[in-house]
């Protein structure tokens, strides 16, 4: 019996050991590709900026007094980095609309799809990954090619009449978001589509045999039922566009910074690594903060499926 | 609450259904006809693909004939959405919301006819309480066993107060006992609504013993509509005949006919009186049916011999089956009784007496 026992025990022991072997690639990447770095950047945040970019290694929590307030060069008293605040704001601001929009567009483009023929679902998807093919780059160069004033669109409004001057949306926040939407919109539309794609439509008749309208029954059965797609697509595509940084740069002309120009401008022309550092460690916990606020509140109420 | 019993509730009026255009569209309902009155348990039983869920599906809304009309109280109701039609339907998958409470699910219906709060709460009280789930009104409805899940489907459709009820195959998911249950609770709820039943099924005990008017649907067809004792004891052709319950078909040639009668001479000779479906005569070969616990076995002097081949006993009742000196299998059922009166055995020469108004003519 004692035997018995014995060998169990052994084999739960040898058990342990294969599981922790399995997992061992994962937990190296897990620590060289994301722990690892981070610390990095933690370290060097509380670091001084060397002259000729780098750091020196010495203690200082200048480059964090730094990310919200700006020391007088005259009198050395603090006051509110307009600057930075000014950009934090607009990259929150333009990630939420692009978020929207995003929605907008890809709400009606996911449920098309959806309720395609089985055969020609996969092809929809397949278009609309085809962008995805191409260098953001040069994506970005494309939009900036339609939206300039001697672009495509301006052209085209001229030549049919309807606007005399070129209008302005190259070099505005509305021309890094039309960019931002039409780079980040399939992240939006894959998984609101996975998540309608699961979506019984006989709970939509079932709607409709109890008088609710198309539109009640979008708003009362359909929307609730995607929301899972609604808040993972919400998420894709509102964290890479707080951290944009081609986007920005191109369509913005230099003007208009975000978050992700201003951390750049630290590594490069500023030389200031560690306020780069410490503005990276503040993009991750605003993104954090959102993620939270954001799965709290679209958590309630749809516990109870998927 | 019963209206007048005779008007139609729904007319259904040469209605026609194909799925898929193209060379070879399917023919899901064919010409179909039939009215269904107010306040009735009205059934449709038929094997599986027989265009039952479909001609459901027409009358809610959710597809739309190709051919015909359906009349609700005379009205044509081809103009109406689904939302706008005061029927609704227990679906076969229940569907019920599931981001929604069983009580939420109840009142929705409700919501959406933007009846005020305080109707809706009581109504929804007494929906529960119809249903007997008033412990579970706060449950989500992916936390409720399938057979309550039924019921607050039931609940869900009966809240709106429609005029019309579909129940598509509803009790086709649950174990035989609550099944039982089911039916019983079903003709109860029927009964204190007074709202017009149709019910789907392809199980023809449950049609039998739930149904006021039973339609037997084969391929797109109804082939005959008429009581649950009009269907099975007159079945007008083979495949009515043949789906409910068990039936001998017996070749005969009529001999004589008058009003619904006719005399019949059997393959053995003899001659019985059966009855003749609606509106049929004939005066050359015909197929005559007889239940197995409308004839009995003799020793002699019935109308078909034969030799006993094989004798099962049901507990309830035994089935003998007789090979008949004409050709073919005839079988008799006779009740078990607890007397030991000598009973006939496996091999011996038998006669079968046909009861009077036993057999029927069947119209193919
Ligand atoms: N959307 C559709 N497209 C093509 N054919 C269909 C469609 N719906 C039903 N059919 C066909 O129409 C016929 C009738 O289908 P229906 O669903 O009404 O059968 P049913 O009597 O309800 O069967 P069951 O007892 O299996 O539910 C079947 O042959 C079916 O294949
Ligand atoms: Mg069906």
């Known amino acids: 019996m004692a035997g018995a026992a014995e060998t169990a025990r052994k084999a739960e022991r040898d058990d342990i050991r294969k599981r922790w072997l399995l997992s061992a690639p994962a937990l190296l990447i897990i620590f060289f590709a994301a722990a690892g770095p981070l610390a990095i950047v933690v370290v060097y945040s509380f670091l001084e900026p060397g002259s000729y970019g780098d750091v020196r290694w010495t203690f200082s929590t200048d480059a964090w007094v730094s990310v919200i307030l700006q020391r007088d060069i005259f009198d050395e008293t603090l006051s509110i980095a307009d600057a930075h605040v000014a950009i934090f704001w607009r990259s929150v601001l333009l990630s939420l609309a692009t978020t929207v929009f995003a929605f907008l567009f890809g709400f009606p483009t996911a449920y098309f799809i959806a309720t395609r023929p089985e055969r020609t679902r996969a092809l929809w998807l397949f278009l609309i990954t085809i962008p995805f093919w191409t260098n953001l780059l040069i994506r970005t160069f494309a939009i900036q090619e339609v939206i300039r004033n001697e672009g495509l669109l301006n052209v085209a409004l001229m030549k049919l009449g309807l606007i005399s001057a070129p209008i302005q949306i190259i070099y505005t926040d509305t021309a890094i978001m039309i960019g931002m939407l039409y780079v980040y919109l399939p992240l939006m539309v894959l998984p609101l589509y996975a998540s309608m794609e699961k979506l019984d439509f006989r709970l939509v008749e079932a709607g409709y045999d109890l008088y609710a309208t198309r539109f009640q029954v979008l708003r009362r059965i359909i929307l609730p039922m995607v929301k899972p797609g609604i808040v993972a697509g919400s998420i894709l595509v509102f964290i890479p566009s707080l951290g944009a940084y081609v986007t920005p740069r191109i369509l913005g002309g230099g003007r208009n910074l975000m978050l992700g120009n201003l951390i750049e401008l630290q590594f490069g022309q500023g030389r200031n690594w560690p306020l780069g550092a410490s503005l990276s460690i503040t993009l991750l916990v605003i993104v954090m903060a959102a993620l939270l606020i954001y799965i709290r509140y679209a958590g309630t109420g749809g516990r109870n499926h998927g | 609450m019963p209206e007048s019993p005779d008007r139609n509730a729904i007319e259904i009026r040469r209605v026609s259904k194909f799925f898929g255009g193209g060379d070879a569209p399917v023919k ?19 094997p599986s693909g027989c265009g039952k869920t479909t001609l459901l599906r027409l009358i809610a809304g959710f597809d739309f004939p190709t051919d015909g009309e359906i009349l609700l109280h005379g009205q044509d109701i081809a103009p109406l959405p689904p939302y706008k039609r005061p029927v609704n339907t227990v679906f076969q998958s229940y569907a019920l919301f599931p981001h929604l409470t069983v009580a939420q699910n109840i009142a929705f219906g409700l919501e959406m006819l933007g009846r005020p709060k305080a109707e809706i709460d009581a109504r929804v009280t007494q929906m529960l309480k119809l249903v007997r789930m008033e412990e579970l009104r706060n449950r989500s409805t992916a936390q409720i066993s399938g057979g309550q899940q039924q019921r607050v489907a039931l609940a869900r459709a009966l809240a709106p107060q429609p005029k019309v009820l579909l129940l598509d195959e509803p009790l086709s998911a649950l174990d035989f006992k609550l099944r039982k249950e089911m039916q019983i609770e079903l003709k109860r709820l029927q009964h204190e609504t007074g709202i017009t039943f149709i019910f789907v099924t ?90 197995p616990e409308h004839a009995r076995l003799a020793e002699a002097g019935g109308e078909l011999s034969g030799k006993l081949s094989n004798i099962v006993y049901f507990g309830t009742d035994t089935h003998f089956h007789v090979d008949l000196d004409v050709g073919g299998t005839f079988i008799v059922r006779e009740q078990n009784t607890r007397d030991d009166r000598r009973r006939a055995r496996e091999g011996d020469r038998v006669s079968i007496v046909v009861g009077k108004g036993a057999a029927q003519v069947l119209r193919d």
Not at chain 2, 28 to 40: G, H, M
Not at chain 2, 238 to 257: C, K, P, Q, Y
């Open chain 2, 28 to 46: 899901a309902l064919d010409t179909v006809s039939v009215a269904i009155r107010e306040n009735e348990f009205f059934t449709l039983l038929g």
């Open chain 2, 202 to 291: 392809h199980d023809q005990e449950e049609a039998l013993t739930m149904s006021d008017r039973i339609a037997v649907m084969s391929a797109g067809n109804i082939l005959q509509v008429g009581s649950p004792k009009d269907i099975y004891d007159r079945p007008a052709v083979r495949f009515v005949a043949d789906f409910i319950g068990e039936t001998n078909f017996l070749e005969a040639t009529v001999e004589s006919s008058s009003d619904g009668r006719a005399g019949v001479r059997l393959g053995s000779g003899a001659v019985i009186e059966a009855s003749v479906p609606e509106g049929f005569s004939s005066t050359g070969k015909v197929t005559v049916v007889i239940r």
